[in-house]
């Protein structure tokens, strides 16, 4: 498996910023621990055999970028988040440091902030898939993202924090290109669904596709008749 | 690659020209780069590089200024016997140099436009590059701190930081 491994531009700017204010020992533990938190989420996706595409480090933190069938089950999905920051937070206890400690914790709440594409995000989508249709999870998770995101850019503005207000900008226009893919996404989702055998242990009676869940079977209940999903997608994208 | 070829850039300059020589001497090696102050405009204009760095309650050991009982020029700094053998840093900013100068134990903190020598110095408690606020705990000396005021190479008059 090849992994590519990125630095984003703006990573390399902070960078520049850090060192000529003097932040040296602030900005190595910082990469050191977003370092350690991607580390966490490459291993155990190693280990749950999926395929990392790259790890591209941002300023203030990082994203594994899978190349995976969306249908993966939402219990592997949600492993691979949470070790990030648990790697983290094992790393950090482990060299018990104050320092450490203090820019573990500003990373994390950076983190686990539901912004697009962070592991915030990714928690609450699979937290919302449990309940409710992978569209409709997906959307109400974006616009999530959206209000959190203009939030923060308007807070960062107001305390004059360029790079945050720059890296927040980064994040919604990432947040930008996944609203534009929704649609895309979702036909993606369903054209898994026709492809392959997906095994789900659980079965669901459903109206219509969109609201068909992640790690559940569906039957369509069409004129008081069940039509299974595969026959409903076999005829969706035969006919397309 | 960049860093090569700035380096054999440098020492053909050096080889090919005095008065580059010369230039270097005195803006590169003699000057120090002054974190304190580019950190303190920028801090002003863009906030801080590191977001939320201001939820970061640092303890303070303690909190208190230099006093002393008599004071005494010593070669271009000052010598002042002091009522506290534990030594406060008298501004804000940036540990530069740990280590020995004339023998002795010494630390460099490069405030806004200043740099301030301590030394005899029997402990340091601070590390390199921390970054210090005005009034905490430096190191601990026997009864003398030698205090030595400078910028860009230059002995500064210490009545105007003391």
Not at chain 1, 101 to 106: A, E, G, L, R
Not at chain 1, 209 to 216: C, G, V
Not at chain 2, 52 to 69: A, R, T
Not at chain 2, 89 to 113: A, M, P, R, T
């Amino acid at each position: 498996m090849k992994i590519s491994f990125k630095i984003h531009p703006l990573t390399y700017l902070s960078l520049l910023i850090a060192f000529i204010t003097g932040y040296f020992k602030e900005t190595i533990i910082f990469m050191t621990i977003i370092i350690i938190h991607e580390i966490g989420h490459v291993l155990t996706a190693i280990l749950l055999k999926w395929h990392i595409e790259k790890i591209v480090i941002l300023p203030f933190g990082g994203l594994t970028i899978f190349n995976e069938l969306l249908n993966k089950p939402l219990i592997e999905e949600l492993i691979i988040a949470i070790m990030g920051p648990l790697f983290q937070i094992i790393f950090v206890a482990f060299i018990k440091n104050d320092l450490f400690f203090s820019y573990s914790n500003i990373i994390l709440f950076i983190n686990l902030i539901p912004i697009y594409p962070l592991d915030g995000y990714k928690i609450l989508n699979i937290a919302f898939n449990k309940f409710i249709s992978f569209k409709k999870s997906h959307i109400i998770s974006i616009y999530i993202s959206y209000f959190l995101g203009f939030f923060l850019l308007f807070s960062s503005f107001l305390k004059k924090e360029l790079l945050y207000f720059i890296f927040i900008l980064l994040l919604i226009s990432k947040l930008k290109n996944e609203l534009k893919n929704h649609e895309l996404l979702f036909i993606k989702f369903l054209y898994e669904r026709y492809l392959y055998d997906f095994k789900f242990k659980k079965v669901k009676i459903v109206s219509k596709l969109e609201k068909f869940k992640k790690d559940y079977y569906h039957y369509l209940n069409i004129n008081n008749k069940l039509v299974t999903e595969k026959e409903i997608l076999k005829g969706k994208f035969l006919k397309s | 690659m960049i860093t090569i070829i700035i380096f054999l850039v440098t020492i053909i300059s050096f080889k090919s020209s005095e008065d580059f020589k010369n230039w270097f001497q005195v803006h590169v090696l003699n000057n120090s780069f002054s974190f304190t102050n580019i950190a303190s405009k920028y801090e002003s204009l863009f906030g801080n590089p590191i977001p939320f760095k201001s939820f970061i309650k640092e303890k303070p050991v303690f909190s208190e200024k230099i006093n002393y009982s008599s004071l005494t020029q010593y070669n271009n700094g000052i010598l002042l016997n002091v009522d506290n053998n534990l030594i406060p840093s008298i501004g804000e900013g940036l540990i530069i140099f740990i280590g020995k100068k004339d023998n002795q134990n010494c630390i460099i903190v490069d405030q806004k436009d200043v740099e301030v020598t301590y030394c005899m110095l029997k402990h340091i408690g601070v590390k390199l590059y921390d970054h210090i606020e005005a009034g905490s705990y430096i190191g601990e000396v026997d009864q003398k701190l030698l205090l030595y005021f400078t910028k860009n190479g230059e002995y500064l008059n210490y009545e105007d930081f003391i």
